[in-house]
């Protein structure tokens, strides 16, 4: 069975929105403005590459990122990956050639069962409304928060506001930087 990784560049206060500068958001590019650069404190960025399957996406991710990746370096052990992009709406037309193998999935059911085959981890990166989906639907394995020592109050937050049972979460590991930012690696708690 494979692990799902939800990773994601959070605010204090759980906003996900725009953090490398996406327009249309008045926040946008937090985590680069008034942040010092830590190599260390992304350190897990690069670790999440090596470890990593395939990558999970929801369609407005995938078309942000295909739009960037394939011609940046730093990704090249992304976009080598498998993509899976989850959506209802994106036709086979709209992929990107040469940007690995994408595979469209049209339901939760079928990230499911992806997740029962073999490989390595599930990585989902952006794509907050699909994180809500995901985790409502109890399919997150483990969380990994780079958390921004920022309150950014308006914007798209990482966790769903679902009114549900409460869900318990196990800290694996975690660090603290220089610059503020710290390293949460959660495990889900079944």
Same mark, same amino acid.
């Not at 759980?14 to 680069?32: C, I, K, L, S």
């Given at each position: 069975?494979?692990?799902?990784?939800?990773?994601?560049? @959070?605010?204090? /206060?759980? @906003?996900?929105?725009?953090?490398?500068?996406?327009?249309?958001?008045?926040?946008?590019?937090? &985590?680069?403005?008034?942040?010092?650069?830590? +190599?260390?404190?992304?350190?897990?960025?690069?670790?999440?590459?090596?470890?990593?399957?395939?990558?999970?996406?929801?369609? %407005?991710?995938?078309?942000?990122?295909?739009?960037?990746?394939?011609? %940046?370096? #730093?990704?090249? &052990?992304?976009?080598?990956? +498998?993509?899976?992009? *989850?959506?209802?709406?994106?036709?086979? /037309?709209?992929? @990107? +050639?040469?940007?690995?193998?994408? &595979?469209?999935?049209?339901? !939760?059911? #079928?990230? =499911?069962?992806?997740?029962?085959? #073999?490989?390595? +981890?599930?990585? *989902?990166?952006?794509?907050?409304?699909?994180?809500?989906?995901?985790? /409502? =639907?109890?399919?997150?394995? %483990?969380?990994?928060?780079?958390?921004?020592?920022?309150?950014?109050?308006?914007?798209?937050?990482?966790?769903?506001? &679902?009114?549900?049972?409460?869900?318990? !979460?196990?800290?694996?590991?975690?660090?603290?930087?220089?610059?503020?930012?710290?390293?949460?690696?959660? /495990?889900?708690?079944?």
């Amino acid at each position: 069975m494979r692990t799902l990784i939800s990773t994601a560049f @959070v605010s204090l /206060d759980g @906003v996900m929105e725009a953090p490398g500068g996406e327009t249309g958001y008045r926040n946008a590019g937090w &985590t680069f403005e008034g942040v010092e650069f830590l +190599p260390e404190a992304y350190a897990i960025k690069g670790r999440e590459q090596e470890e990593a399957g395939a990558l999970l996406l929801g369609r %407005r991710s995938y078309e942000a990122f295909s739009a960037v990746w394939p011609g %940046r370096a #730093e990704f090249a &052990t992304y976009n080598a990956l +498998p993509k899976y992009v *989850v959506s209802t709406t994106l036709g086979e /037309d709209a992929l @990107v +050639p040469g940007w690995g193998p994408t &595979t469209l999935l049209r339901s !939760l059911d #079928e990230v =499911a069962a992806l997740k029962e085959g #073999e490989g390595g +981890p599930l990585l *989902v990166q952006g794509s907050a409304r699909l994180h809500h989906a995901l985790a /409502d =639907a109890g399919l997150v394995d %483990r969380y990994h928060l780079l958390v921004f020592p920022l309150l950014l109050g308006a914007g798209l937050r990482l966790f769903p506001a &679902t009114d549900a049972d409460t869900r318990r !979460l196990r800290l694996v590991e975690h660090a603290a930087y220089a610059n503020g930012i710290q390293l949460n690696i959660f /495990d889900v708690v079944r």
